[in-house]
C-alpha cells in the first residue's frame, strides 16, 4: 500500500532539525515522467556558511541529488525527485544524513500509468449494496475508461467505469451477496498495463465489538457500575436486538441491548456486585444472527478497611 499524507522525518544536526521530506503537489509519490519536488525545512535559519544534507535513495529506481543545501538564512530548500521504469507498486527509503546526524523516510514509486487507487468503505454487509471511488493520479484531456472486476461472484461490480475528462475520479456501486461468514473480497482495477486493489471485508452482520468497563487489564471492584458498548460490523437499516449474557453472577448485564435502525452500536449498562473470595474471571458474551463476541472482565473483591488500632 502508497502511504498517503505528507511525507516526513527528522535529521538532528549540530544546531538545527531538519525535517525531511515533504512532496510537494496532491500526492506523496513518484511516476517515471512525472517529476516530484522534495522540500527541506530547517528548524531555523541556516548558518552563512548554509546547511548541507546528504541525500540517497535505497533503489537506483527512485534518484534524488546527492546533497542539497539551505542557503543562509533561509529554513527551506527545494529538490528534484525522479523515477526510472519499474514493474511495481513499492515506497522506496530516503536516507538524509547532516553533521553526522540522520535519519530515515519513504517516498511512494509507481509504474508508468494514472491509477492512484480504490476507496475501500467500511464493513459491507449481506444483501446491500454500497458507492465506492475510483481515482486517477491526473486528469485527463479525454474520457478514461478503467475496467473493474471481482475476486468473488457473491460480490459484484461494474465491467467498467468511466472517468469524465478533466476529472480524478468516478464513483461506482458494490453489489454484496449473501455470505454465511466473514470474507474479504478482491476488487481490482486495470488500466492498460497498470492494475491497482483493494479488499473489501464483507458477511453477515453481527456483534464486532464488546467494551466493558476497563481497558488496561487492571478490572473492577465488586458494587461498581459499568458502562458497556457493543459494536456491529456494520449499521443495521431496522435496528438490532443483541442478546447479553454473563456467566457468573458477580457481574450482571441486561439481557438485551437495542441498536437503533441506521446505527453502528449501543450502549449498556452493567453492575458488579456480591463479594467474590478472590479475583474473578468474568466472560460476557454478546450474539445476534447467529454470531457472538465475548469480553472478559476481573471483578475484584472490594477493600477491607483497615481496623481501627
Same mark, same amino acid.
Request: with cysteine; aromatic share 4%.
Given at each position: 500500500?502508497?502511504?498517503?499524507?505528507p511525507?516526513?522525518?527528522?535529521?538532528a544536526?549540530?544546531? %538545527?532539525?531538519?525535517s525531511?521530506?515533504?512532496?510537494?503537489?496532491?500526492?506523496?509519490?513518484?511516476?517515471?515522467?512525472?517529476?516530484?519536488?522534495?522540500?527541506?525545512?530547517?528548524?531555523?535559519?541556516?548558518?552563512?556558511?548554509?546547511?548541507?544534507?546528504?541525500?540517497?535513495?535505497?533503489?537506483?529506481?527512485?534518484?534524488?541529488?546527492?546533497?542539497?543545501?539551505?542557503?543562509?538564512?533561509?529554513?527551506?530548500?527545494?529538490?528534484?525527485?525522479?523515477?526510472?521504469? @519499474?514493474?511495481?507498486?513499492?515506497?522506496?527509503?530516503?536516507?538524509? !544524513?547532516?553533521?553526522?546526524g540522520?535519519?530515515?523516510g *519513504?517516498?511512494?514509486?509507481?509504474?508508468?500509468?494514472?491509477l492512484?487507487?480504490?476507496?475501500?468503505?467500511?464493513?459491507?454487509?449481506?444483501? &446491500? #449494496?454500497?458507492?465506492?471511488?475510483?481515482?486517477? =493520479?491526473?486528469?485527463?484531456?479525454?474520457?478514461?475508461?478503467?475496467?473493474?472486476? $471481482?475476486?468473488?461472484?457473491?460480490?459484484?461490480?461494474?465491467? !467498467?467505469?468511466?472517468?469524465?475528462?478533466?476529472? &480524478? $475520479?468516478?464513483p461506482?456501486?458494490?453489489?454484496?451477496?449473501?455470505?454465511?461468514?466473514?470474507?474479504?473480497?478482491?476488487?481490482?482495477?486495470?488500466? +492498460?498495463?497498470?492494475?491497482?486493489?483493494?479488499?473489501?471485508?464483507?458477511?453477515?452482520?453481527?456483534?464486532?465489538?464488546?467494551?466493558?468497563?476497563?481497558?488496561?487489564?487492571?478490572?473492577?471492584?465488586?458494587?461498581?457500575?459499568? @458502562?458497556?458498548?457493543?459494536? %456491529?460490523?456494520?449499521? /443495521?437499516?431496522?435496528?438490532?436486538?443483541? $442478546? %447479553?449474557? #454473563?456467566?457468573?453472577?458477580?457481574? +450482571?448485564?441486561?439481557?438485551?441491548? @437495542?441498536?437503533?435502525?441506521? @446505527?453502528? =452500536?449501543? /450502549?449498556?449498562?452493567?453492575?458488579?456486585?456480591?463479594?467474590?473470595?478472590?479475583?474473578?474471571?468474568? !466472560?460476557?458474551t454478546?450474539? *445476534?444472527?447467529?454470531? =457472538?463476541?465475548?469480553?472478559?472482565?476481573?471483578?475484584?473483591?472490594?477493600?477491607?478497611?483497615?481496623?481501627?488500632?
Amino acid at each position: 500500500m502508497i502511504r498517503r499524507g505528507p511525507v516526513t522525518f527528522t535529521v538532528a544536526t549540530a544546531n %538545527l532539525c531538519v525535517s525531511l521530506l515533504q512532496v510537494k503537489g496532491p500526492h506523496q509519490y513518484v511516476r517515471p515522467g512525472r517529476p516530484a519536488t522534495g522540500v527541506i525545512t530547517l528548524s531555523g535559519p541556516a548558518p552563512r556558511s548554509g546547511t548541507s544534507v546528504a541525500l540517497t535513495s535505497e533503489t537506483p529506481d527512485l534518484v534524488v541529488p546527492a546533497t542539497v543545501t539551505v542557503p543562509n538564512g533561509a529554513t527551506t530548500a527545494s529538490f528534484p525527485i525522479t523515477a526510472k521504469p @519499474q514493474a511495481e507498486r513499492t515506497e522506496v527509503r530516503i536516507t538524509a !544524513t547532516a553533521d553526522g546526524g540522520g535519519a530515515e523516510g *519513504w517516498v511512494g514509486l509507481l509504474p508508468e500509468g494514472n491509477l492512484d487507487g480504490l476507496t475501500a468503505g467500511s464493513f459491507l454487509v449481506n444483501d &446491500t #449494496s454500497a458507492q465506492q471511488r475510483l481515482t486517477l =493520479s491526473y486528469a485527463q484531456a479525454t474520457d478514461t475508461v478503467v475496467a473493474l472486476s $471481482s475476486s468473488d461472484p457473491g460480490l459484484t461490480v461494474p465491467a !467498467t467505469v468511466t472517468v469524465p475528462a478533466r476529472h &480524478t $475520479s468516478v464513483p461506482f456501486t458494490i453489489a454484496v451477496g449473501t455470505f454465511t461468514q466473514l470474507k474479504v473480497i478482491v476488487v481490482t482495477a486495470t488500466l +492498460t498495463k497498470e492494475r491497482v486493489s483493494a479488499g473489501y471485508l464483507t458477511g453477515p452482520n453481527g456483534p464486532r465489538s464488546l467494551s466493558l468497563g476497563t481497558t488496561d487489564g487492571s478490572g473492577v471492584t465488586a458494587g461498581d457500575e459499568l @458502562q458497556g458498548r457493543v459494536e %456491529l460490523y456494520g449499521v /443495521a437499516p431496522a435496528g438490532a436486538m443483541i $442478546s %447479553l449474557t #454473563s456467566d457468573d453472577p458477580h457481574l +450482571t448485564v441486561p439481557s438485551t441491548v @437495542q441498536i437503533g435502525p441506521g @446505527q453502528p =452500536s449501543a /450502549a449498556f449498562q452493567a453492575r458488579t456486585s456480591g463479594t467474590p473470595a478472590a479475583d474473578t474471571t468474568v !466472560t460476557i458474551t454478546a450474539s *445476534w444472527h447467529d454470531h =457472538s463476541i465475548d469480553r472478559q472482565i476481573i471483578v475484584n473483591p472490594p477493600e477491607i478497611p483497615d481496623a481501627e488500632q
